[in-house]
Nanobody, 116 residues
């Protein structure tokens, strides 16, 4: 089973940038969709951005124009470039891989903290 490992989280000032990476232990080409989600304490995990194997992308409205998702199948990695970060973007960010059979694989998450 493919495992996902996120990295790139940390502390940044409001208005700053971070780039998250999600590295898979195996090929991500077989996954139909790769995505980033986030969760804060007491709230449900929410979709941030997803990208299909064909390159189709969807963003949550609250990140449009600020975040960019990309995938590099050759490196088995998905990225989330986050610009113009706001304090409300602070959360644990999770990577998820969706197989064509509908099975989900989650990473362990990476913490993003944004200071005002």
């Amino acid at each position: 089973q493919v495992q996902l490992v996120e990295s790139g989280g940390g502390l940044v000032q409001a208005g700053g940038s971070l780039r998250l990476s999600c590295a898979a232990s195996g090929s991500i080409f077989s996954f139909n969709v790769m995505g980033w989600y986030r969760q804060t304490p007491g709230k449900q995990r929410e979709l941030v951005a997803v990208i299909s194997n064909g390159g189709r992308i969807n963003y949550a409205d609250f990140v449009k124009g600020r975040f960019t998702i990309s995938r590099d199948n050759a490196k088995n990695t998905v990225y989330l470039q986050m610009n113009s970060l706001k304090p409300e973007d602070a959360a644990v960010y999770y990577c998820r891989a969706d197989s064509m059979s509908g099975f989900y694989t989650w990473g362990q998450g990476t913490q993003v903290t944004v200071s005002s």
